[in-house]
């Protein structure tokens, strides 16, 4: 499979509406449109006929017309010609895909692709709203900030740990064939004392923060709790979040992440419209300062061969062979030997030496 072949989400539900739209994924521009019917349909955006494209055209009853010779594409990719009634032209296979629309998002996949749509919502949690942000970096280096927590101190003010107590913090990393689990448990950040009673939050508590990396398409979906140290009860944090890492240029991507909310109690008071806005709000600040972070790199080649890394980068380097593997379909690189340069790989290797 190739990175096209995944589901991946492209615009936000309310940005679709009669006019087609052009979005870029993976190098390719991709229009996507809304039938009359209210069905979707996504082409690569060049007419078949003669390049013209397709994103510049309009909707007539089911398809997509081309602004240049009138041509007109059904989803499928069947096309009619005005001035030949009798031809039946058809778009390439390639140029084809599939589109739904699911969580406040469009998502697209090149027709016939096998991949199954990715699962991440939760039972007890209800989608509480999509944010987009635009990084200038390869996906591949998003997602590197987006799976370990050292940054955590100097970049964000409420995600992750304080610096004082980065030490205390514990990584596992559990490996599969098809995902990266990490759980980090350290010393919770301040704050302030009335979220703490809030959300019954013990002022002592250990926080954990803990996410999954699937590859089909590259994302990681984020869970948060408290335990209080004495007791062990675990309060969990009533946002999860899906966060979706799109390939757009060599040196940009799309990060789409979707926000569920377990309204709990907090529905009973009828509190819970009150709640998320100004959660989502804090969110979205906490996401661009990574991406402000993200466009300050020397290095925007997305590898990290070469990088001296610490311990709580593994899951970066299980990532890399998995998005080769799962989400590129390539073979994984072959274990790099002395002496071949590959110090991030064997860096990594060391890890549980070099954190002792
Ligand atoms: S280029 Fe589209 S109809 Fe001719
Ligand atoms: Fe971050």
């Known amino acids: 499979m190739a990175e096209l072949d995944h589901w991946h ?36 955006d060049r007419c078949p006929h003669r390049s013209m494209r397709l994103s510049e055209g309009w909707v007539e009853g089911d398809r997509l017309v081309c602004a240049y010779h009138g041509w007109r594409w059904a989803a499928d990719g069947r096309g009619d010609i005005p001035a030949t009634p009798a031809a039946r032209p058809c778009a390439r296979r390639d140029d084809v895909f599939d589109a739904v629309e699911r969580y406040g998002a469009i998502w697209v996949k090149r027709a016939g692709a096998q991949a199954t749509f990715p699962r991440f919502d939760a039972e007890g949690y209800v989608p509480a709203g999509v944010l987009r942000h635009r990084a200038a970096v390869p996906f591949e280096l998003a997602l590197d900030n987006f799976i370990e927590v050292e940054h955590t101190p100097f970049v964000h003010f409420m995600l992750g740990y304080s610096l004082d107590q980065m030490p205390q913090v514990e990584a596992q990393v559990t490996l599969s064939d098809d995902a990266v689990q990490v759980v980090n448990t350290g010393p919770k950040r301040p704050i302030p004392r009335i979220v703490e009673k809030m959300f019954r939050i013990p002022h002592d508590a250990k926080f954990v923060v803990e996410w999954t990396a699937r590859f089909s398409p590259v994302h990681a979906i984020y869970d948060h709790s408290f335990i209080n140290p004495r007791t062990r009860e675990v309060v969990t944090y009533p946002l999860r979040s899906a966060v979706f890492f799109n390939p757009v240029g060599p040196e940009s991507s799309e990060i789409y992440t979707f926000l569920f909310a377990s309204l709990g109690r907090w529905s009973e008071f009828g509190l819970g419209s009150l709640i998320w806005p100004p959660l989502r709000v804090a969110m979205d600040l906490e996401l661009r300062l990574d991406m402000r972070l993200l466009s300050r790199l020397a290095d925007k080649r997305g590898i990290l061969k070469g990088n001296v890394l610490g311990r709580f980068d593994k899951a970066l380097v299980a990532s890399r062979d998995r998005i080769d593997r799962i989400y590129r379909g390539q073979a994984a690189e072959a274990t790099p030997e002395a002496g071949d340069g590959h110090e991030a790989t064997r860096a990594a290797r060391r890890l549980p030496l070099a954190a002792s």
């Open 9 to 44: 989400p492209v615009l936000l539900s309310h940005e679709l509406r009669r006019k087609p739209r052009s979005v870029r994924l993976a190098g390719r521009e991709i229009v996507v449109f809304r039938t009359s019917s209210g069905g979707l349909g996504a082409f690569t």
